[in-house]
């Protein structure tokens, strides 16, 4: 079980500073080494991206790049919120969940890196497959509508019923993306000649975002199941690895070796009429 033990229930918990969110954190080999191995993997990810992106020129290859590039640069920075006690907070739990009246770290700034991050995986995504802005447009907001849902599953105090209300609304949202992973967008990038690199990172892309609700509903913020904060953190942490770093990587090295597969959109490379005869 984990809990600040330092600040009284009926205390204001605005009173914890970040520095007691620091001491926790630092006090807490599980749940630092969960921040920390992030920080490192992001740091070295945005060496790796910059060196491989290096000769990329073609516009729809450089956006690709771009994107991927974000998907480090925003982890190391939340990652370091989150280890300076930033992006942390104590909140009590409602009645109802198992550990209720008792105070628990709140990792909320994991949220705010999804909400900035996952769009720029379903951006980078979205232009390998070559799908039409309006799909790419609709599934990025509800990615969105997705992280601040779920933020607010995470946060809430007042009701133990109301945190399960937004993780369904937020699981909702997620339905929407995944039906384009799986079918709107696989068959764009057939047309784009995309499929066979789309397909491994759709699969990687679909199975590792589905833990994220399993870590939710099993952790200290849904069920608490696993009523340690570190073993909760390192979940995340170890999908974060794979949905973010890895992903990026082997997008990046295909689209570096590929670019002019992933330059020549379908809609250009269609055949011209030829002007009719008089």
């Known amino acids: 079980m984990y809990h600040t033990g330092s600040i009284d229930v009926g205390s204001v918990l605005l009173q914890a500073t970040q520095g007691d969110a620091l001491s926790q954190i630092q006090n807490d080999v599980l749940l630092s080494s969960s921040l920390w191995v992030n920080i490192a993997l992001a740091g070295l990810s945005i060496l790796a991206f910059v060196y491989m992106g290096r000769n990329i020129t073609s516009e729809r290859a450089r956006l690709i790049w771009g994107a991927t590039l974000m998907i480090p640069l925003v982890s190391i920075s939340s ?27 709140s990792q909320w700034g994991r949220y705010l890196t999804w909400a900035l991050s996952t769009p720029m995986i379903l951006l980078a995504l979205g232009k390998l497959a070559d799908v039409d802005t309006g799909s790419l447009f609709a599934v990025i907001a509800a990615d969105i509508g997705m992280c ?28 929407v993306v995944l039906y384009a992973l799986l079918v709107e967008w696989s068959t764009a990038a057939v047309e784009a000649g995309t499929a066979d690199i789309f397909e491994t990172l759709r699969v990687l892309t679909v199975v590792l975002w589905l833990g994220y609700p399993v870590v939710w509903a099993v952790g200290v913020e849904g069920l608490a199941l696993v009523q340690s904060v570190g073993l909760t953190s390192w979940g995340y942490s170890a999908l974060d690895v794979f949905a973010k770093y890895v992903f990026a990587f082997l997008l990046l090295r295909w689209v570096a070796a590929n670019e002019q597969t992933v330059a020549a959109s379908r809609k250009g490379t269609a055949p011209s009429s030829a002007p009719a005869d008089d």
């Open 148 to 175: 601040v849902t779920g933020l607010a599953a995470a946060l809430i105090t007042s009701s133990y019923l109301f945190r399960w209300a937004f993780y369904l609304v937020s699981c909702a949202f997620f339905v």
């Open 79 to 105: 990652y370091l919120g989150l280890a300076s006690g930033l992006t942390v907070g104590f909140i009590e739990m409602p009645s109802g969940h198992a550990l209720a009246g008792q105070e628990v770290m």
